[in-house]
């Protein structure tokens, strides 16, 4: 095969990017056909394995469609009217960037370069912006919690509680954030918002 030239589509594997020589071997980023799993790979796996990604692929046991879930649930919730998020959505304005709408590839490509792991979930990191690579990443279902519209603090509040916390009581603090003392005691832990210094 010509290196200079890679098909968009070799055997079950689509290709989203060629990424170059790595211990003398070519490597690709590459999409399963079957069962939507995108990984990295050596061109020699795509253009000799003519079943599928793996052995759960091949049999139709499996397969990680995670990353393709949650591309269509981000847009659903911003252009699908009987989604049952979307009237919070759309009063805020809130958008996916032309690029990750239009362009699957860009969105997985964004994801494994930025942290993606099977274990957390996409966070906007200012909840009233839209989808686009520089507001987007990867954070467990505690920590997106945390940065919810709905939760009653946020990182310069909890900021501003480590430094109250050097000449308040915790039950002075706790009353004027209108939180429990349980609450500020487990921030001042570490235990809650332990993302935060």
């Not at 020699?44 to 591309?71: E, Q």
């Amino acid at each position: 095969m010509n290196y200079k030239y890679l098909p968009p589509i070799i055997n079950n594997f689509i290709i989203i990017e060629d990424l170059g020589i790595k211990k003398r071997r070519r490597y690709l980023l590459a999409k399963c056909k079957k069962c939507l799993r995108i990984f990295e790979t050596s061109k020699d796996h795509v253009t000799r394995n003519m079943i599928g990604c793996s052995r759960a692929c091949a049999k139709n046991k499996g397969g990680n469609k995670r990353l393709a879930k949650i591309r269509e649930g981000m847009i659903a919730r911003c252009r699908n009217r009987s989604h049952v998020s979307f009237r919070h959505y759309s009063r805020n304005d809130i958008t996916v960037c032309e690029e990750w709408l239009n362009n699957s590839a860009s969105f997985y490509k964004w994801a494994l370069a930025n942290g993606y792991s099977e274990d957390l979930t996409l966070d906007r990191i200012d909840n009233s912006k839209g989808y686009y690579p520089s507001n987007c990443t990867w954070s467990s279902k505690h920590i997106q919690s945390q940065n919810s519209s709905q939760a009653k603090l946020d990182i310069n509040k909890v900021k501003e509680i480590f430094s109250l916390s050097k000449t308040m009581q915790q039950k002075d603090i706790a009353i004027l954030f209108g939180v429990s003392r349980s609450t500020i005691c487990s921030i001042l832990k570490g235990i809650r918002w332990g993302n935060v210094k």
